[in-house]
């Protein structure tokens, strides 16, 4: 049977909890504490694992696992922001374009919930967070930051970006000539790339984190614009 090892970070009243599920790379999630999070850990990973398995994913969406907290950091820092240590492990050539795979379908999923959404709804201010078009802005922003951090440049990656940031054009139209160009460039790395450390103020990079953190980063903001445009479920 599977066993999830999960990786916690909250400060040290254990509030606020965000869980990394680096052995199904890309889920992730936070609740208002760490016992409310726990809680949550085997819902969350059923509809994790039924979204990979509705997209063509390896994966039994129905079997059976189990879930244990190999870490949990309560030092407060920036959810998301520290390293673990399965950040190191190895990304053959055939597990990077299986996750490059993975990030597209959550990329095409999340234009699916945005697409017909006429230019008034993209960037009407919703009672709580923010209009449609930031949340797309916001995404291009941290795909850039993570590319970079990585050590993966992107041409005219951080132009779009830029013109997003500024409110120039259809951030939807924006976002898809991003995702083209940096899934052209996901899918290209070299041997090299894929297995070297760089080193950065927030630690040690490697593909692996990389690409782990633009999976959460995306798995998170596509079920925000799904919440909001269906409901939670």
């Known amino acids: ?10 400060g040290p009243q254990k509030r606020t909890t965000f869980v990394h599920a ?6 992730a999630y936070q609740r208002p504490t760490t016992e409310g ?7 969350e990973i059923r509809a994790f694992r039924a979204f990979l398995s509705l997209h063509g994913g ?16 309560t030092s407060g820092r920036f959810p998301g922001s520290g390293g673990m240590a399965t950040d190191v492990e190895p990304c053959s050539e055939e597990e990077c374009q299986g996750l490059v795979a993975r990030l597209e379908w959550i ?13 008034e709804e993209m960037t009407a201010a919703p009672e709580k967070g923010r209009p449609m078009d930031r949340i797309l802005s916001h995404i291009l922003g941290a795909d850039y930051s993570y590319l970079s951090a990585g050590g993966l440049k992107v041409p005219g990656l951080h132009a779009l970006y830029a013109a997003a940031d500024r409110g120039e054009g259809d951030a939807r139209h924006i976002l898809r000539e991003a995702t083209a160009r940096s899934m052209a460039r996901l899918t290209a790395m070299t ?11 927030t630690g040690r990079w490697t593909a692996r984190r990389m690409l782990r953190r633009l999976l959460e980063h995306n798995w998170e ?12 479920g």
């Open 58 to 73: 390896d994966v039994d969406r129905g079997g059976e696992f189990t879930v244990s907290v190999a870490e949990h950091d």
């Open 37 to 43: 999070a726990m809680g949550a850990a085997q819902d």
């Open 22 to 27: 680096p052995g199904l790379l890309g889920c």
């Open 1 to 10: 049977m599977t066993d999830y090892a999960l990786y916690l970070a909250s």
């Open 107 to 119: 990329r095409d999923a999340t234009f699916a919930l945005v697409d017909h959404l006429s230019a």
């Open 191 to 201: 041997v090299e790339e894929r297995e070297r450390v760089v080193e950065r103020s």
């Open 221 to 232: 903001h596509y079920r925000e614009i799904r919440d909001r445009r269906e409901g939670p």
